[in-house]
C-alpha cells in the first residue's frame, strides 16, 4: 500500500505548483499591465505641470510669455492651464483653449482642492511659478485622482505580511476543495492498488465495483477469476502428472523384478553358451539402468510437487561425501574410472544443515554423471572446501565434457520435468534435474562449467554452513 500516499503525494504536490505556479503567472500579468497604463517620466502630468511652471515667464513688456515647446506638449496633452496670482488669487494668465465654466478668481480652500482633485470634472495639477501657481488642467477622462486617501500606517506597515497571509489562505483553499472533490476518486485508487498487489502474489482478489474507477475494478476481479481458474487448473494437471509417474513407476517395478530375475538366472546357468550368458548380462545391465531411471523419475517428481520431505540435521558434509566415494570404490568399478579424493586433509569437519540421504544422492548422481558420459573411462575428482561461510562440494572429472551451448543449456534450461522437443539432446538432464532440486530444498546453488584443471565436466554444490 506504499502506492496510495505516494499517489496522494503526487496529487498534492501538483496541485500546490499549479497553484503557485498560477498565482505567479497573475502577478506578473498584473504587473506587466499596470505598468503599461502608467505614463512615463515625460508624460506625468505632475512633471508636465512642474514644467509648465517653470516655462511660465513675465516679458520686459509685462506679459506672460511660455515657450513654443511647452506649449505644443500641452497641445499634445489636449491640457490646458492658467496661473492664479499668489497676492489677489485671482487668474492673470490662461491659455486659448480653457473651458469657459472655469473660474477667474479663487481662495485658498479652492486651490487645496484643485492640487488633490478636480477642477469642474477635470483633473488638475499644479507647478511651482515665481508670481503664483500654474495649474493644468486635462480632459475629463484622461487621468484618475485619489481625492480622499486616509489609511492607517499600521496597515501599510503590516502589508506584506497581510498579502502573504492571504496568499497561504487561498492555497490551502484550494487545495481543500481539491481534495474534497477527489476524494471519492482517491478512495477507489486504494482498493485498486490493493487488488493489483493481491494478484502479483496470486491470490483471490475481490474489490468494490463502485466508484469513478469501476471499470478497472470490473477488469482486476475478471482477470482474478480468471487467474484462479487457471491456478486450479494446473493444480489438477501436476497432480495428475505425479500420480501417473507414481503408478508408472509402481507398474513397472514388477515386471521389470521380473526380468531381472530372470536374466541373472540366465547368466549364471552353465548350461548356456559364453555368449548366450553374455546377453543374459547385458539385459541384466541395461535392466538395473531402466530401474535406476525409474527410482530417478519418481523422484523427481516427488521433489517437483514437494512430496518428498526433507530432513534436515547438521551433518559434516566431509563425512557424507567421502562416504559416497568410499561406496563407489566399494562397488568394484572397472578400473577405467578411478576416484581421487582432492579434499584438503586440515578439512575434516564441515557442518551443514541437510538431509543426509538427499545430499548422498545428490553426490552419487554427480559420480555416475561422468561414468556414463565417458564410455572410454576418466578419473573422477571429488572435493569439499569451504569459502565465505558456505560448503563447496565439487565433482569433476578429465573426460570428453561438453561443449559451450551445451553447458548453456544445462544451466539455464528446463529438463525432463518440462515437455521439450529437444528432449533427444537432454543427455545430463534427469540426474542433474534431481541434484539441483535438492540444492534447492538446500538453499544451496549448482553451476555447471568446464573443468579448468581436468578439462573434462565439472559441477560444482555450494550449500550454507
Not at 77 to 102: F, M
Not at 276 to 287: D, F, H, L, N, P
Not at 347 to 372: E, G, M, Y
Not at 400 to 423: A, F, R, W
Request: aromatic share 8%; net charge negative; proline share 4%.
Amino acid at each position: 500500500m506504499k502506492s496510495v500516499p505516494k499517489l496522494i503525494r503526487r496529487f498534492v504536490g501538483i496541485l500546490l505548483l499549479s497553484s503557485i505556479l498560477i498565482v505567479l503567472i497573475n502577478f506578473i500579468v498584473f504587473v506587466v499591465l499596470m505598468a503599461s497604463y502608467v505614463p512615463d517620466k515625460d508624460a506625468s502630468p505632475y512633471n508636465i505641470a512642474r514644467e509648465t511652471g517653470k516655462a511660465l515667464q513675465l516679458s520686459t513688456g509685462g506679459n506672460y510669455v511660455l515657450s513654443e515647446n511647452m506649449s505644443a506638449k500641452l497641445t499634445d496633452c489636449g491640457a490646458w492651464a492658467i496661473l492664479v496670482d499668489n497676492n489677489t488669487l485671482n487668474v492673470t494668465w490662461k491659455t486659448e483653449n480653457v473651458p469657459s465654466t472655469i473660474p477667474n478668481d479663487y481662495t485658498l480652500s479652492d486651490i487645496a482642492n484643485l492640487s488633490v482633485g478636480y477642477l469642474d470634472g477635470y483633473p488638475t495639477y499644479t507647478g511651482e511659478n515665481e508670481y503664483g501657481v500654474v495649474v493644468l488642467g486635462f480632459p475629463k477622462d484622461s487621468f484618475w485622482k485619489h481625492t480622499q486617501p486616509s489609511w492607517d500606517y499600521s496597515l501599510l506597515s503590516n502589508f506584506p505580511q497581510i498579502v502573504l497571509n492571504v496568499l497561504f489562505i487561498n492555497i490551502m483553499l484550494i487545495l481543500a476543495i481539491y481534495l474534497i472533490a477527489n476524494m471519492k476518486l482517491l478512495k477507489s485508487v486504494k482498493p485498486i492498488t490493493k487488488g493489483i498487489q493481491g494478484l502479483s502474489i496470486g491470490g483471490n482478489v475481490h474489490i468494490p465495483e463502485t466508484g469513478v474507477l469501476s471499470e478497472i475494478s470490473v477488469n482486476i476481479n475478471h482477470t482474478s477469476d480468471i487467474l484462479q481458474e487457471q491456478k486450479k487448473q494446473l493444480i489438477k494437471k501436476e497432480t495428475a502428472r505425479a500420480n501417473w509417474i507414481a503408478g508408472v513407476s509402481h507398474d513397472i517395478r514388477t515386471p521389470l523384478s521380473m526380468v531381472m530375475g530372470y536374466a541373472g538366472q540366465l547368466e549364471n546357468s552353465p548350461s548356456l553358451s559364453e555368449t548366450e550368458r553374455k546377453k543374459a548380462t547385458v539385459i541384466v545391465k541395461q535392466s538395473e539402468r531402466m530401474k535406476n531411471l525409474i527410482n530417478d523419475l519418481n523422484l523427481a517428481s516427488k521433489l517437483e510437487y514437494n512430496m518428498q520431505p526433507i530432513m534436515k540435521k547438521e551433518e559434516n558434509a566431509v563425512a557424507v561425501v567421502r562416504q559416497v566415494v568410499v561406496d563407489f570404490m566399494n562397488m568394484d568399478i572397472d578400473d577405467r574410472f578411478p576416484i581421487k579424493w582432492k579434499t584438503d586433509d586440515k578439512l575434516t569437519v564441515c557442518n551443514i544443515n541437510a538431509d543426509k540421504d538427499l545430499l548422498k544422492r545428490a553426490i552419487s548422481n554427480l559420480i555416475q554423471n561422468s561414468i556414463t558420459h565417458n564410455e572410454n573411462g576418466c578419473a573422477i575428482y571429488v572435493s569439499v572446501s569451504t569459502y565465505n561461510n558456505k560448503c563447496i562440494i565439487c565433482v569433476e572429472d578429465n573426460g570428453i565434457g561438453v561443449s559451450d551451448e551445451q553447458i548453456e543449456k544445462l544451466n539455464h534450461t528446463p529438463h525432463y520435468m518440462v515437455c521439450d522437443t529437444n528432449t533427444t539432446e537432454q543427455r545430463h538432464g534427469l540426474g542433474l534435474l534431481i541434484v539441483k532440486q535438492i540444492m534447492d530444498g538446500h538453499s544451496g546453488t549448482v553451476i555447471i562449467e568446464h573443468s579448468e584443471y581436468y578439462g573434462g565436466f565439472k559441477t560444482e554444490l555450494t550449500i550454507p554452513l
